[in-house]
């Protein structure tokens, strides 16, 4: 998952100011401690070897924050890390690899849910 952004993405991001979603995902890159939350998780985190290879942790770990952030539910999210450039780079994901879908951002929700990491 590569977090760099396209010729086009960088074309299109110096033509026009930021918005209020991309101010606040900026603020919350450099407030919230990153390492030290995928710390917490990754002992419970699948690890690649039989079947599909996981998404990053820190990668599903910010897709859940967004989730809370801005009510989406599993499916809403889906869309959104297809619709919304600023939610794709903050996950760190692009458009030229796979997005995870609503049932791995779900089986993600769980897994935080099942070992009390995250509210329900």
């Known amino acids: ?16 100011r930021q918005t209020r979603k991309e101010i606040f995902l900026s603020r919350m890159e450099q407030i919230l401690p990153w390492q030290n939350m995928t710390a917490v998780i990754e002992p419970f985190y699948p690890k690649a070897g039989n079947g599909r290879r996981p998404y990053p942790l820190e990668t599903m770990l910010r ?8 009510n989406l539910s599993d499916g809403a999210m889906e869309d959104a890390l297809y619709e919304i450039a600023s939610m794709r780079l903050f996950a760190r994901l692009s458009l030229d690899s796979a997005l995870p879908d609503r049932t791995t951002i779900m089986n993600f929700r769980h897994l935080l849910e099942q070992h009390q990491l995250a509210r329900q």
């Open 1 to 16: 998952m590569s977090h760099q952004l396209t010729f086009a993405d960088s074309e299109f991001s110096t033509k026009r």
């Open 63 to 70: 897709i859940h924050c967004m989730q809370h952030w801005y």
